[in-house]
């Protein structure tokens, strides 16, 4: 878990901005993900990417995007379409793809809120 | 895609008890089932996890049981401490429109565990 580093822990953001949360991992990890976590909702998939350069859209991706230039780093851009940005983002990654029975281990986490 | 269910959404127990959460998934073809605890403002972290191949998986006081028939898992705690206290996440693995598979998560239980 030590491996995956996000950035900044604490965010906040003015109605209208783009901000780009970092995720970087230093586990030689393939997939990565994005997951966006709201009080009684659970963990919700906003992107994943299974190699470099390739990326799919989750259950939730309008208003978010991503880019996998490099295999260690996964950043999220929340720009101003997402309409109801304020959560807790977590930046995951897993060895292979998860279908593979591969562990999923996360990130710390960064909270972002709307002012 | 997959859907998982989970429940009950809180759960309190007295120290010493046993703790049971249930889920239900929806994809016949989902083979790989972890669990996730997730304490207060922390990241989740995998306690446990079951792989279709087998009926039952025990780890110390935590034991995870999967029938594939009903399309349900459970994680069961015993002997529990106030330590135990967190929310728990099941999760199982599911194919997405973009063809390429990953997990899905519950909504999450949280669990209270009194002295």
């Known amino acids: 878990d030590g491996g995956i580093t996000q950035s900044p822990k604490y965010l906040f953001r003015k109605e209208g901005q783009n901000v780009t949360l970092s995720c970087e991992q230093n586990l030689n990890h393939d997939a990565m993900y994005w997951y966006r976590q709201d009080p009684g909702q659970g963990l919700r998939l906003i992107y994943y990417?299974?190699?470099?350069?390739?990326?799919q859209k989750g259950d939730i991706a309008e208003g978010y995007s991503v880019s996998r230039e490099k295999k260690e780093s996964f950043p999220l851009t929340v720009t101003s379409a997402q309409k109801n940005p304020t959560a807790f983002y977590l930046c995951a990654s897993s060895i292979l793809a998860a279908s593979s029975g591969n562990t999923i281990y996360f990130g710390e986490g960064s909270w972002l809120t709307v002012v | 895609g997959e859907n998982v269910e989970q429940h009950p959404s809180t759960l309190s127990v007295q120290e010493g008890d046993s703790a049971v959460i249930k889920c239900t998934y929806s994809?016949?073809?989902?083979?790989?089932f972890p669990w996730y605890k997730q304490e207060l403002g922390k990241r989740p972290q995998l306690i446990i996890d079951i792989r279709s191949n087998v009926g039952e998986k025990k780890d110390q006081r935590i034991a995870v049981t999967l029938n594939k028939t009903a399309k349900h898992f459970s994680l069961h705690i015993t002997e529990t401490q106030p330590e135990d206290s967190a929310v728990y996440f099941c999760a199982a693995v599911g194919l997405m429109n973009s063809g390429y598979s990953t997990l899905t998560f519950g909504k999450g239980t949280m669990l209270l565990v009194s002295p």
């Open positions: 994809d016949s073809a989902s083979n790989y």
């Open positions: 990417s299974q190699i470099v350069n390739d990326f």
